[in-house]
């Protein structure tokens, strides 16, 4: 089940919600949990054992290497492959099989029918994993209560598309979190703008990037090709952020504060900027459990160049089990590398000039990201660059240009940049200095009928049976 599917909207949503509002505080999370797993089983319930397991193994190494400090290098040990194995073996076995008969060793592939990937399996085993090395590390306790911790791995709202969430981060909540008419306002009105980037911009836009990447790239054409590259681009971000929002907002309507994912990564003026900026709770969690161990930029330039690529190429790996992905996470890591080199230690240039150039940087490399080949991938950026094949006859890009993706496009290019926000500073710093007058409330009503018209137009898109894929499912 996603967030965008009208199940979710208009029966799961609304049930868990009435029956979270009348349940006892001693029993809220119970029912979260059971409402999560449920959520999660709904279209394949045998993945729910997978996470079960998950859940049952992570809670039993978190309390013995609390109790077992002088072991705790083992234990952690035993956590990280244990971890890695159960991802390792659902997300990358056909990768390696594939790769084994491409050499032709003439090998029985087992299982002989392909392994299916349980839909967000690297976000809550990262989760999982976090949680024992920060009870290594003494920087959380230890959760004794089973269910709580299964709650902390199978929370609903960020369940299969992040954010990331460190136990550490809501531990407290999980144990005692407030609920209050105006955080439920807040959460409502977060799912809601969430949900319009995904149904009135993601997809509409994804009903251009998607045929257009599945064009034999012998018909393309620079413009068409240029044309799928920036609608993807906006698709990935306007989706990605919209189940962030949606999840932050989900969250809060139960009292969770999640940390923000993203923060408008398209103004940055440097790749390294951009990763600041993009699914930060990946970012921080490579940067704190993989980076920093591995030496991080301690040990002179040379090494902090190793360790960057090496971030990045399993950043790319973890995105998903393909030649493209790895590439996709070494041309990222190749620029962090190149941009030390010029810039030393120095921080990030604040120019303008570096927006076009690490906007054009992250443009390119969601092609590598996007193409179902790396064959694929070389051979669209090679009509990019005007070296195509195609002649603009029988493809080009004004046969997808219609209206809605004009409009799609220029939501996405104004959503893109943080005028949202700085229009709720001024408001904050207005009320501030002046007080609740006539202006303030019409601004107020103004939002309201925003967020309204924004959910009225997303439901009409949803009974519509509009195109609405889901990104994540290879995540």
Known sequence: MVFSHPTFLFLFLPAVLALYALAPRALKNGWLLVASLVFYAFDRPEFALVMLGSIALNWGLGLWVERAREHSGRIVALAVVANLGLLGFFKYWNFLWDNLEALGLGLERFPADPVVLPIGISFFTFQALSYVIDVSRGEGRAQRNPLDFGLYIALFPQLIAGPIVRYR????????RTHSLELFAQGVRRFVLGLGKKMLIANVLAEVSDPIFALDTRALDASTAWLGALCY????????????????????MFGFRFLENFDYPYIARSVTEFWRRWHISLSSWFRDYLYIPLGGNRAGPARTYFNLLAVFFLCGLWHGAAWNFVVWGLYHGLFLVLERVVRGERRASRSWLGLPYAFLVAVVGWVFFNAPSLGHALEFLRAMA????????????????????KLALAAAVVGSTPWLRALGQWRARRRAERGSDA??????????????????????????GTYNPFIYFRF
């Open 169 to 176: 981060d809501v531990a407290e909540q999980i144990g005692s």
């Open 233 to 252: 681009t906006g698709q990935i971000y306007f989706d990605f952020s919209g189940y962030s929002d949606m999840a932050i907002g989900l969250g809060l």
């Open 386 to 405: 005007g070296a195509g094949a195609g002649d603009g006859r029988a493809v080009h890009a004004a046969l997808y240009l219609d209206n809605a993706t």
């Open 439 to 464: 202006l303030e409330l019409g601004l107020e009503w103004s939002s309201v009928a925003g967020v309204l018209a924004v959910l009225v137009l997303s439901a009409m898109a949803l009974s519509a």
